[in-house]
């Protein structure tokens, strides 16, 4: 098992900045890789970032690459979603997700690689 709680959502206008953080417990941090989806209103759950167990590989949508950063800190339990030049189209209520399973060939794009979720924190951005 793993949990996962996020933090860090707000209200801010175009242009500013939010850190996302979330704090995993329950499994040795490098056992996981770790994924930020969002869900916009009315639409479905999409892939932001991911980073590797390994820490050695990161994914990103093409809608966030250059504006969004992810990373894990020196003790691996609490995994970042660092973003700039926020835009009201990023507004989503944003989802923390762990993926545990070894040797699994689903994308790091696909929530299907994902088997533990947090509750997700709103972030909203101004015009």
């Known amino acids: 098992q793993v949990q996962l709680v996020e933090s860090g959502g707000g209200l801010v206008q175009a242009g500013g900045s939010l850190r996302l953080s979330c704090a995993a417990s329950?499994?040795?941090?490098?056992?996981?890789?770790l994924g930020w989806f969002r869900q916009a209103p009315g639409k479905e759950r999409e892939f932001v970032a991911a980073?590797?167990?390994?820490?050695?590989?990161?994914y990103y949508a093409d809608s966030v690459k250059g504006r969004f950063t992810i990373s894990r800190d020196n003790a691996k339990t609490t995994v970042y979603l660092q973003m700039t030049n926020l835009k009201p189209g990023d507004t989503a209520v944003y989802y923390c997700?762990?993926?545990?399973?070894?040797?699994?060939?689903?994308?790091?794009?696909?929530?299907?690689?994902?088997?533990?979720w947090g509750q997700g924190t709103q972030v909203t951005v101004s015009s």
């Open positions: 997700a762990a993926a545990t399973a070894l040797g699994f060939s689903v994308s790091y794009y696909s929530q299907r690689r994902y088997n533990f």
């Open positions: 329950g499994r040795a941090a490098s056992s996981y890789d």
């Open positions: 980073l590797s167990r390994s820490q050695s590989s990161t």
